[in-house]
């Protein structure tokens, strides 16, 4: 499993947001600027949040966003799934993966759920909070 830029992003923009306190919106320009991310890429990213539910969005003068939720609401694992969209190491295991012919014979099968289990386990354990607190994990 790689990480893509875009989860990582996100998940940099939601911690920083989680580091604000949430009572400001964060424009877009400075979130880019902050974080030495493009703004055309953030837009991006910062739609996908928004449509999610993850972040509350204003536009305008004084617009911008913030975190929708309590830092302590927020799952690595959730921020990292929505941008990702799976977290399975191979394709087989992944959500709607096309059905595999060697499925019922496959011996790795079963390593192979295993990891993806203690994956989605140890991302879902750690939640935006956690991050802030003295490294984490």
Known sequence: MIVSTKGRYALRVMVRFAQQGGDRYIPLKEIAEAEEISQKYLETI??????????????????????????EEYTIGSILKLTEGSLAAVSCTAQGAAACSRTECCQAKPMWDRLEKLIDDFFEGITLADLLKDGGV
Do not use: E, I, N
């Open 46 to 71: 910062m739609t996908t949040l928004s449509k999610a539910g993850f972040v509350d969005a204003v536009h305008g003068k004084g617009g911008g966003y913030r975190l929708s939720r309590k830092p």
